[in-house]
């Protein structure tokens, strides 16, 4: 099974409008942490927000905030306000345990944001 | 500037040839990771390190050596056993083995 699974190949959004991209992941180990990344055409991965699995409150950095539900195992990841230069691959990410090689990724979202 | 830095951007190998990737971080982390990256996928582990003189395979170790000889070096081969090794190489550090990781700005390798 896919520890983490994005299901939106593609995503476009208007200008300063908020959108949200779906990620949604797979494990039985209590202690875990859940990431996002940007990747812009240039190639370098930029990391956005993180979640622990013991975090109460959902996580917010400026326009990014995660949409934690740990019931459903979903990890969503919203952006507000949307912006010309958030056009980009967007990349969910599970740190499962507290072992180095137990770190997955998804197979990314394109997002357009459209003038 | 504190950050990772990977050389060269591009580099272009012939077949059979070993070819090494540079990655330098001056963030005074411990762990290091490297990672390829193939058009629409992931990234996948290729191998990573926790501390000094101290490295593990990851998923696709096959056909890449690593060495950790400096806190701030990690530098990666792609050796002539790798059979498919036109990529993108992403080079990443963290605090320690838990934390979030921050990427370079990648390599990506032509085989020709």
């Known amino acids: 099974a896919q520890k983490i699974t994005q299901t939106q190949p593609g995503m476009f959004v208007q200008e300063k409008e908020a959108v949200t991209l779906d990620c949604t992941y797979d494990?039985?180990?209590?202690?875990?942490?859940l990431f996002w990344y940007k990747q812009p055409s240039s190639g370098e991965m930029i990391f956005l927000i993180y979640?622990?699995?013991?975090?109460?409150q959902n996580a917010t950095e400026g326009r990014y905030s995660l949409n934690f539900q740990k019931a459903r195992k979903s990890a969503n990841l919203v952006i507000s306000a949307s912006q010309l230069g958030d056009s980009a691959m967007y990349f969910c990410a599970m740190r499962e345990g507290l072992s180095g090689n137990q770190f997955y990724f998804g197979t990314g979202t394109s997002l357009t944001v459209i003038p | 500037d504190g950050g990772i830095t990977q050389s060269p951007k591009y580099l272009f190998r012939k077949e059979g040839q070993n070819v090494t990737l540079s990655c330098e971080q001056n963030?005074?982390?411990?762990?290091m990771y490297w990672y390829r990256q193939d058009p629409g996928q992931g990234l996948r582990l290729i191998y990573y390190s926790q501390i000094v003189n101290d490295f593990q395979k990851g998923d696709i170790a096959e056909g890449y050596s690593v060495s950790r000889e400096k806190k701030e070096s990690f530098p990666l081969t792609v050796t002539s056993a790798q059979k498919n090794p036109t990529a993108f190489y992403l080079c990443a550090s963290s605090w320690t083995i838990t934390d979030t990781q921050y990427f370079g700005p990648g390599t990506r390798l032509t085989v020709l």
């Open positions: 979640q622990g699995s013991y975090d109460q």
């Open positions: 963030l005074n982390h411990d762990a």
């Open positions: 494990t039985s180990d209590p202690s875990y942490g």
